[in-house]
């Protein structure tokens, strides 16, 4: 591995910085989870390879250039079922310092692509294994998307309205939060160990695994008795109405979440609702439907941007609710920079931000044809390239290579 504070002195690579500047990932190419993880690491610093197996199934239907989740990486177009494609894989893991497959349980091993066979190569590997149900257990060869993992952990169950059906959240809780956050989070605990023992190991990430392990807090209440296991009935969940979000005269929405009593008051304050003798007190649970009303009368007559305006300066824990184009404009994330713009359009920044070893934005996610075969595995000095090339395992540079 190159110096971590550096990154790579030659190459493609070159200048690359951030804390995981040096460390070499393999991507055995997927959807979701596992592309993001692989995204995060090559945030910070690191050298990914996405090895995308020829004539895979269902792909985004997005522009490769626009596909945020892959950049940072190179490409590397792999036939998994030639003889020598496998051969291509083992040639680069024995180069890694971490490979990262989502694969259903048993397809990397029947690709000869395995833990085994990487490791047979490289003890020293972390191989991260991203899938729904894990690696065993009943439904490990079932198919499932992110509701599905969601639904069993009980954490769908809670998300929605009091009385009304579960609401599917957006994948940042299964996919994203539970699945490849996970991941990541195995990978850099795995190579911290393996700094001590010189061995890597297999981390099995599984959604199911993740999500439940977020759900610690409202588990944790439950077992003492301060939690219903009923959807929006709870301080956090839409239960309390200073802990909701509410209609604007527009059409708009403001998120309200003035649980402290500090925080209650400016809220109060601000809608003119301070002084008002049929409030019911803060904590009059039977009475909450009448403040619900209340605070919903009250922010029915202005627009959102009127009350953002309001409460600007203010700690009443109130705030807009910004579509996707909206927020890279807001003035909080413009002067953190939470946002860059590549080519006129917004991309979130790389998160999170380190003092000393600070990461650049990465390059553009790159589309078949972008990164020639012969330099990526020449950079990585993988045995045998030459001969690899020219089996027909490996797809050949196209015209405007690199």
């Not at 504070?5 to 991507?27: D, F, K, Y």
Request: proline share 9%.
């Amino acid at each position: 591995m190159a110096d971590p504070t550096t990154g790579p002195t030659t190459g493609p690579t070159a200048g690359r910085t951030g804390p995981l500047a040096g460390l070499r990932v393999v991507e055995l190419a997927g959807l979701g989870p596992a592309p993001f993880a692989a995204m995060f690491l090559a945030d910070q610093g690191a050298d990914v390879v996405r090895v995308e197996r020829s004539g895979a199934g269902f792909t985004m239907p997005v522009d490769p250039h626009r596909d945020t989740l892959q950049r940072g990486k190179r490409l590397l177009g792999v036939d998994l079922k030639h003889p020598g494609g496998a051969e291509v894989v083992l040639g680069l893991a024995e180069r890694a310092d971490v490979l990262l497959e989502g694969y259903r349980p048993g397809v990397a091993e029947r690709l000869g692509v395995g833990p085994d066979d990487c490791r047979a190569r490289n003890p020293a590997l972390i191989y991260g294994r991203m899938t729904g149900w894990g690696q065993d257990g009943p439904l490990a060869q079932r198919a499932g998307h992110d509701p599905n993992y969601l639904a069993l952990t009980g954490a769908l169950h809670a998300i929605g309205r009091e009385g009304g059906p579960p609401q599917l959240p957006l994948s940042l809780v299964g996919d994203f939060g539970g699945g490849a956050m996970y991941l990541v989070s195995g990978v850099l605990a795995a190579l911290w160990e393996a700094t001590r023992s010189g061995q890597g190991q297999v981390v099995d990430a599984a959604i199911v695994d993740g999500v439940s392990h977020l759900m610690a807090s409202p588990y944790s209440l439950l077992a003492g008795g301060a939690w219903r296991d009923e959807r929006g009935t709870n301080l956090i969940d839409s239960g309390a109405p200073f802990v909701d979000v509410y209609a604007t005269a527009d059409g708009g929405h403001m998120a309200v979440a003035a649980l402290e009593a500090p925080f209650y008051a400016e809220l109060l304050a601000g809608l003119g609702l301070a002084d008002d003798p049929d409030l019911p007190g803060q904590w009059d649970r039977p009475r909450w439907p009448v403040m619900r009303a209340r605070l919903a009368g009250a922010f029915a007559t202005r627009t959102r941007d009127e009350w953002a305006g309001v409460f600007t300066g203010v700690d009443a824990c109130a705030y807009p609710v910004l579509s996707l184009t909206e927020a890279p404009r807001h003035e909080h994330l413009r002067a953190r920079g939470t946002f860059v713009d590549r080519d006129g359009h917004p991309e979130p920044a790389p998160a999170p931000r380190f003092s000393r070893t600070r990461t650049t934005l990465p390059s553009s996610p790159p589309a078949p044809g972008d990164d020639d075969p012969a330099r990526v595995l020449g950079d990585w000095d993988v045995p045998r390239a030459a001969e690899l090339l020219t089996g027909g395992a490996v797809a050949p540079a196209t015209e405007g290579d690199h």
